[in-house]
């Protein structure tokens, strides 16, 4: 081993001025002449470590200048600030140690297919973008767990295998169990009331499995989903639960990760007005709004908006494009290639919302009531909003059997959707449950499901029944909204898509 004291990169403030030895990875180099510019990966940041010649032996210094991307070492050295440096600390080194060379490793700083990155999971979990988001996701689910804990909640681990539906019979992954079929759990709610009538307020937080049969940019077939279920509250508590929720996550996120979603390039501006109040509309008022005026002028504008900003992107295609045909150095020609790969994407994703524009127009416009609201007529409600949005008081024909009936209005149930801001669309679906003996009988019968597997569901309305209810909020769902990611995909470590498991 060398000298100086072992350290992590995000210690490296509490060492100016001092040796220390880093342990880490060759996240990227450049050299120049007498002069190496190693940038070292560690697990806890990046940082940039100087190597002149004369400060190290010369074997080494040759060394170093070949060594391969994601080769394992130590690295010793002087630590200095350096505002302008990644990290802000600066390495001036006096002595390094190969531990394990890599060559050829297949992700370069070039940009990459999504189909060859997906393949490479494996290795791509080193790149920047999916530290800082798997950084994130630590945070969310600490602030998850602290949020209730800290709310006098208890935590209750509902099973993953179930011999009855939870949500719809469409989506459910069946397992041979013994002989017997059983299903892979959609969601913790029913067995979560039953324990909710012994500790008061409870949650249940695992591994999700709903066999969509969509592809989407919002829909993993494996999730995880955080589900609170409360004793004694009513739509008004379920509402402000959530919206304080929401709010303790997202300020933990903007605290803790920052850097992070600077990185990424988060909207941090809104997040910092992710307060409580959110807004609140009824169903009914949300389908006014699509069918209204103020829709089409807000559809109208918003395709506008998409030419112009096609006609930008295009132009600056083009402008590379002269560009790449003059006396250019190779690392400026990969520069461009790249810049064009991401243009270009950027220029289909347009096109897709340019063509989807006058359908979604046309489903908003003819949206009857009573249907479910569709992804559409989430984004539009949602791209007019600067926080989230809660839906409330859907039709009961569109819902599932467990959600109890308003009784001034048995039309709608006590349920809500919290559709977070700027078009990204639902992040939680909650309700107050039905707690009434003879009205469930009454809805599982309807909704033609075997009042067989229900029967110590029905229990909890014999034995002391009570208004209840809980929500369920999809983690990977908030983080790719908190982080602005395009996919779903890139918020969970190892996805399962409808599509493709790849690794
Ligand atoms: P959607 O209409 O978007 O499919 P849902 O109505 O099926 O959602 P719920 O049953 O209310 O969703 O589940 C609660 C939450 O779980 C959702 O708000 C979402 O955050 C998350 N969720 C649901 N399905 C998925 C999925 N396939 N992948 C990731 N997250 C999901
Ligand atoms: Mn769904």
């Known amino acids: 081993m060398t000298s100086g004291n072992k350290t992590y990169i995000s210690e490296l403030k509490n060492n100016v001025a001092q040796e220390v030895t880093l342990t880490g990875w060759l996240y990227n180099s450049r050299a120049s002449g007498k002069i190496q510019f190693l940038i070292i990966r560690d697990g806890t940041g990046l940082c940039q470590c100087i190597v002149e010649k004369g400060n190290v032996p010369d074997e080494l210094f040759e060394q170093l200048k070949h060594l391969g991307q994601e080769s394992s070492l130590t690295v010793t050295g002087t630590v200095r600030a350096e505002e302008r440096s990644v990290g802000g600390y600066e ?11 890599a060559t050829d490793y297949p992700i370069t700083p070039k940009s990459h297919g999504t189909d060859f990155l997906l393949k490479n999971r494996h290795l791509h979990l080193r790149s920047q973008r999916q530290w800082c988001i798997g950084k994130i996701r630590h945070t969310v689910i600490d602030a998850i767990r602290r949020f209730f804990n800290d709310n006098s909640f208890t935590l209750i681990d509902t099973p993953i295998l179930m011999s009855m539906a939870g949500e719809d019979q469409q989506s459910l992954f069946e397992v041979d169990y013994f002989g ?37 940019r919002r829909h993993l077939t494996e999730f995880w989903m955080v589900e609170p279920e409360v004793a004694f509250i009513d739509l008004t ?24 979603l600077e990185t990424l390039g988060a909207d941090i501006a809104s997040l910092e007005k992710i307060q409580p109040p959110f807004y609140r509309l009824t169903y009914t008022e949300a389908v006014d709004i699509l069918t209204g005026q103020k829709t ?7 395709l506008q908006e998409l030419q112009n900003q096609k006609q930008q992107i295009e132009t600056k295609i083009s402008e590379l494009e002269n560009k790449q045909t003059g006396q250019l150095k190779q690392w400026q020609k990969d520069k461009i290639a790249a810049e064009l790969i991401e243009l270009r994407s950027d220029i289909s994703e347009v096109d897709t919302k340019i063509e989807n524009n006058p359908k979604h127009a046309k489903l908003a416009a003819e949206f009857q009531w009573g249907k479910d609201l569709g992804g559409s007529d989430e984004t539009i409600i949602s791209q007019m909003h600067d926080k989230p949005v809660f839906v409330t008081h859907y039709p009961r024909e569109a819902k599932a059997f467990y959600m109890k009936t308003d009784r001034n209005n048995e039309e709608v149930v006590l349920n809500f959707d919290l559709l977070a801001p700027a078009g990204f669309g639902e992040i939680i679906g909650g309700s107050v449950r039905e707690d009434d003996h003879d009205r ?37 769902r908030t983080i790719t909204w908190l982080t602005g990611e395009k996919h779903i995909r890139q918020c969970i470590p190892f996805p399962r898509l409808m599509d493709k498991v790849y690794i």
């Not at 913790?188 to 039953?194: I, N, P, V, Y």
């Not at 402000?240 to 920052?258: G, M, P």
């Not at 089409?296 to 918003?302: G, I, N, R, S």
Request: glycine fraction near 8%.
């Open 296 to 302: 089409k002028d807000f559809l109208a504008k918003e």
């Open 180 to 216: 017997t079929p059983m299903f892979l759990t959609q969601t913790g709610q029913l067995h979560l009331e039953s324990a909710a009538m012994s500790f008061g307020k409870v949650y249940c937080f695992g591994p999700t499995f709903r066999a969509e049969k969509s592809k989407t």
């Open 237 to 260: 508590g379920l509402l402000e639960l959530a919206e304080n929720f929401v709010s303790f996550i997202t300020a933990q996120v903007l605290e803790t990760n920052r850097s992070e």
């Open 440 to 476: 469930l009988v009454a809805r599982i019968k309807d909704q033609g499901l075997d009042i067989e597997n229900y029967n110590w569901y029905l229990d909890l309305r014999k034995y002391g029944s009570v208004p209840h209810g809980g929500f369920g909020l999809g983690v990977e």
């Open 91 to 101: 390495l001036a080194v006096t002595n390094a140690e190969i531990i394990s060379p």
